[in-house]
């Protein structure tokens, strides 16, 4: 069975992750810090760091579930939806992460805004796979 919008959505964050990790590395060459942040810290890097890890630490399981939802028949729609406001949120968290800022609402929304995501996507897993033991 073919997963076009897993694909489509996996496709787009797997371009936003090199972005990431990109600004990362570039920023540890232009530094020739390789390990850690520095000493003293460059928190321009931490942050840097930091973004591109909570992405890989969040992103994979909604694209999983993506998978799982989408191969098991569920809604395009819902898919679409969230897919779109996923890469919303992953854009205003990737802004919104700084080290001496932690109100800033970029950070709010993208954290708050992927753990809905995730918990939305999650039941509705569960609500597909449920379902489809009573059918």
């Known amino acids: 069975m073919q997963m076009p919008i897993t ?3 996996a496709s787009v964050m797997a371009v936003f992750a090199l972005v ?3 600004q990362a590395g570039g920023l540890r060459g ?3 810090i390789s ?7 460059n928190m321009e890097l931490a942050e840097k760091v930091r973004r591109h890890q909570n992405f890989l630490e969040y992103v994979p399981m909604v694209l999983i579930m993506f998978g799982a939802i989408e191969i098991s028949g569920g809604s395009s729609m819902f898919l679409y ?3 779109d406001l996923l890469i919303i949120v992953r854009i205003a968290h990737a802004i919104g ?3 001496d800022n932690m109100a800033h609402p970029g950070r709010f929304i993208g ?3 992927t753990a809905l995501l995730t918990l939305v996507t999650a039941g509705y897993g569960l609500w ?8």
């Not at 390990?35 to 810290?41: E, K, S």
């Not at 597909?128 to 059918?135: K, R, T, Y």
């Open 35 to 41: 390990v850690l942040f520095g000493d003293p810290a």
């Open 81 to 83: 939806i969230v897919g």
């Open 111 to 113: 954290a708050a805004g």
């Open 97 to 99: 992460l700084k080290h």
């Open 128 to 135: 597909l796979s449920v379902d489809s033991l009573f059918l």
């Open 20 to 22: 990431l990790s990109f």
């Open 7 to 9: 694909l489509m959505y």
């Open 30 to 32: 232009k530094t020739g």
